[in-house]
């Protein structure tokens, strides 16, 4: 990470968990956890049904409330779907976009990635996209060319200012939810490769300043070699969000 031109952000992503009173109970627990923290931005992202009284009861916590997905429409005959306007609407300020669940068991392609990102922006959201590899992707070799795809076709024809509100998580699929998160390493030449496409799609100069999160198997313990790599400017959490208790010890990275 480099403080000086990104600030770090830690997202929580808590998936199909947590009711509304389960939610109210995550937040009264962290409150006392991240008291004073200004090192770096808080995001959690609840299900559609908790949004709203999440951002409530996070607002005092200086934490940001972001969707899980959204679709492009404004409004109209969609049945199931949620605009990025209704999210607006709840109290959110981001949106995930492209969650390799999503792109695995919905469907999701770099199109509608795509479109989904000018929604977002257009009802003033920021976005934090999701790309990454599958494991059979990095064995043969193919991981810097299915980043490429996706950064190609899910930031088609945005401009300079659209990239102050976009946030790239690299989230290597055989890394989320299995434990087995990517060595810094790893994760750092795949932030480095993301960096420099960017910089080729926008200028580098704005490349320098959009963040990228690391997600897959964070961890309390894991966070700190993450954190100390140039390119890695935060995570998205799955699992260890779900408690106030490591979602504030991936907070305080630094140890407090
Ligand atoms: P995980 O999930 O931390 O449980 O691996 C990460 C994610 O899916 O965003």
Request: with cysteine.
């Amino acid at each position: 990470m480099n403080p000086s031109i990104r600030k770090p952000l830690i997202a929580g992503n808590w998936k199909m968990y947590k009711t509304i009173g389960e939610t109210e109970e995550f937040f009264t627990q962290l409150e006392p956890l991240v008291n004073g923290v200004n090192h770096c931005e808080m995001v959690i992202a609840p299900p559609f049904t908790a949004l709203r009284r999440a951002s409530e009861v996070a607002a005092p916590l200086g934490v940001g409330i972001s969707a899980q997905d959204l679709y492009w429409e404004t409004e109209g005959a969609w049945t199931g779907e949620v605009s990025a306007k209704m999210i607006c609407d709840a109290g959110c300020r981001y949106s995930i976009i492209g969650h390799s669940e999503r792109r695995q068991f919905f469907s999701e392609s770099d199109r509608s990635v795509n479109r989904k990102i000018k929604a977002a922006h257009g009802a003033g959201l920021e976005a934090i996209v999701c790309v990454g590899e599958l494991l059979a992707e990095r064995e043969a070799g193919q991981t810097e060319k299915v980043l490429e795809k996706q950064l190609t076709g899910g930031l088609a024809a945005l401009t300079e200012p659209d990239f102050s509100r976009i946030i790239i998580a690299y989230e290597p699929v055989w890394a989320i939810g299995t434990g087995r998160t990517a060595t810094p390493e790893i994760a750092q030449e795949a932030h480095r490769f993301i960096r420099s496409r960017l910089g080729q799609l926008i200028s580098p100069g704005a490349a320098e300043r959009v963040r990228v999160l690391y997600g897959g198997s964070v961890k309390p313990d894991n966070i700190a070699g993450l954190m100390a790599q140039p390119d890695i400017d935060g995570a998205l959490v799955g699992g260890a969000s779900l408690q106030a208790k490591s979602f504030a010890a991936i907070v305080n990275f630094q140890g407090r």
